[in-house]
């Protein structure tokens, strides 16, 4: 489950593309942020992916990926052109097919091969063509589904929405949301071409004239059940009310928004919530979180490389040549996952109530503005890397200041997780098999 958006230049405050993005993947399963440089290749190579490999360009762009860990592809990322594209798990008519390639692999072999958001959408037209999609994407459980995906370069934005081998796509106008659902009905750009002749064939419509992508192609249980309307509506009616003046605090508060119903997040689960918590029979949690801030200056990316953002602090980041030791590379899987479960051990002591919720948020709050003012107020016509990578020291250190303080300051404090029975016992579960060193054997 997860949900992504876009804003182009002409709703944004700055005229620039904003893009975003929350992971929601299963509550044990570490995000990982891993940068791979530009590569060149022999003839004849191939890359193996999460299931099968499929043939190698000569050439690849560098990328940032954000990432299940034992995942070869990403749910999210850019590449060094400014590229950037999130996937979304979405639920059909048309029957799964065998272990081939994932929608996270194909995100990431467009991204490591494309420019544009065009290019994009052609080549993972491509693929799903050549090799198709399909297998387990679950970390603890079976998990599979097809996928959509929101492509955005410093210009233009695409939607392109997938069943099997049958897709559609839709370019951006101003701002847009998926999440897990077909969003696309009859105003489609371009689309397989039997895409139509397929739902009248299978009898999903009465007749050409009556096609609607969405409402033809949908699996109506698994889509209604993820919570994704209730999502999709509140991201759409945040970017409708703020267009015009969206800026990345803009998207933070989208991201770390949640349900208006819901009470307490850390006491129940929370579906409908974009920041989404789990605690119940199905559903996932926000395990990372990504904004992308685009244009004719140097893209700025906001990465928090943690679970659950309404607690998290998103810390700016740049593609210059500055180790951080929050980014790692492939190599250093280890570092990575250490990174993010430090930030879990956090989360976990919030609901076992060992953390004063209300003093950490008022200084993650605080942090949180002297972050984004730091960057508002930065020369990117001068785009001097030393000060970029000032920044993105200060803000890392920072950051894991205040949550190895908060850390220390609760862990002697005896945990208690509140909520229903159920709630309690799933995260029973869940903490005790929360293990930094389990493997992942791909079935």
Same mark, same amino acid.
């Given at each position: 489950m997860c949900d992504t958006i876009v804003a182009l230049g002409n709703s944004t405050e700055n005229s620039t593309v904003i893009f975003a993005k929350n992971s929601d993947r299963q509550p044990n399963e570490p995000h990982i942020m891993i940068r791979v440089p530009r590569r060149t290749y022999p003839k004849g190579a191939k890359v193996k992916c999460t299931y099968i490999e499929v043939d190698q360009v000569p050439e690849t762009c560098a990328v940032l990926l954000l990432k299940p860990s034992w995942i070869w592809g990403a749910e999210m990322g850019c590449n060094e052109w400014g590229l950037n594209?999130?996937?979304?798990?979405?639920?059909?008519?048309?029957?799964?097919?065998?272990?081939?390639?994932?929608?996270?692999?194909?995100?990431?072999?467009?991204?490591?091969? *494309?420019?544009?958001?065009?290019? $994009?959408?052609?080549?993972?037209?491509?693929?799903?063509?050549?090799?198709?999609?399909?297998?387990?994407?679950?970390?603890?459980?079976? +998990?599979?589904?097809?996928? #959509?995906?929101?492509?955005?370069?410093?210009?233009?934005?695409?939607?392109?929405?997938?069943?099997?081998?049958?897709?559609? $796509?839709?370019?951006?106008?101003?701002?847009?949301?998926?999440?897990?659902?077909?969003?696309?009905?009859?105003?489609?750009?371009?689309?397989?071409?039997?895409?139509?002749?397929? $739902?009248?064939?299978?009898?999903? *419509?009465? #007749?050409? $004239?009556?096609?609607?992508?969405?409402?033809?192609?949908?699996?109506?249980? +698994?889509?209604?059940? #993820?919570?994704?309307?209730?999502?999709?509506?509140?991201?759409?009616?945040?970017?409708?009310?703020?267009?015009?003046?969206?800026?990345?605090?803009?998207?933070?508060?989208?991201?770390?928004?949640h349900d208006p119903k819901l009470a307490n997040p850390f006491t129940c689960h929370s579906l409908t919530s974009v920041c989404m918590h789990a605690g119940f029979l199905f559903g996932d949690h926000t395990t990372g979180s990504y904004i992308a801030e685009i244009g004719a200056r140097q893209a700025t990316y906001w990465l928090t490389g943690s679970s659950t953002p309404c607690i998290g602090v998103f810390k700016p980041y740049w593609l210059i040549d500055h180790e951080l030791p929050m980014v790692f590379s492939e190599a250093d899987t280890d570092k990575a996952l250490a990174f993010w479960h430090l930030r879990e051990t956090l989360h976990r002591m919030v609901l076992q109530h060992q953390v004063d919720l209300e003093s950490y948020r008022e200084k993650r709050g605080r942090l949180q503005q002297e972050l984004l003012a730091m960057v508002d107020g930065l020369d990117f016509d001068a785009a001097d890397p030393k000060r970029l990578a000032e920044v993105m020291d200060y803000g890392l250190a920072a950051e894991t200041k205040l949550v190895t303080e908060t850390i220390n300051a609760g862990k002697n404090i005896p945990g208690r997780i509140k909520g229903s029975p159920y709630f309690r016992y799933y995260w029973k579960k869940h903490n005790r098999g929360l293990n930094p060193e389990k493997e992942v054997v791909l079935q």
């Open positions: 594209i999130g996937n979304e798990a979405v639920f059909t008519r048309e029957k799964q097919g065998p272990p081939s390639l994932l929608g996270m692999d194909l995100l990431r072999l467009a991204l490591e091969r *494309c420019k544009t958001s065009g290019e $994009a959408l052609h080549l993972i037209v491509e693929l799903l063509q050549r090799y198709g999609q399909g297998g387990n994407c679950g970390y603890e459980r079976s +998990f599979v589904y097809h996928n #959509s995906f929101l492509i955005a370069d410093p210009n233009t934005a695409w939607v392109l929405e997938t069943a099997g081998k049958f897709w559609a $796509a839709q370019k951006v106008k101003d701002v847009r949301c998926i999440s897990n659902r077909l969003s696309i009905g009859q105003d489609f750009d371009l689309a397989h071409p039997q895409l139509v002749e397929n $739902a009248v064939k299978k009898g999903w *419509c009465r #007749s050409e $004239a009556d096609f609607d992508f969405a409402r033809c192609y949908t699996e109506p249980v +698994f889509t209604r059940f #993820s919570g994704s309307k209730q999502r999709y509506e509140f991201c759409r009616n945040k970017l409708e009310a703020s267009k015009g003046t969206i800026n990345t605090a803009t998207m933070i508060e989208i991201l770390s928004g």
